[in-house]
């Protein structure tokens, strides 16, 4: 189950999972696929995927690569509405 993320640098025409595994240098079936690729900073090409902790490991040594940052999970505040 991926559980960090991860920040790569991809041209918006290949801003896939399959590229960003490349970029990453990791396996493509250690991105969460369901996730995708999603864009952080257009202008600067920045995307984020989710990855596994273990394969992400080295990768943030690859140009055009940042993290492994934190995934928590978002929940509610306080008591729910009625």
Known sequence: MPDVMM???????AA??????????VAQEQIDAEFGVVSID???????VLVDEQAAAGASDRPGV?????????????PPRP
């Open 7 to 13: 920040t790569v640098e991809l041209d918006p025409e």
């Open 16 to 25: 896939t999972v399959a590229k960003a595994a490349e970029r990453l240098g």
């Open 42 to 48: 257009p202008e600067q090409n920045l995307y984020t």
């Open 66 to 78: 940042e993290g492994p940052f934190s995934n928590p999970r978002i929940e509610p505040f306080g």
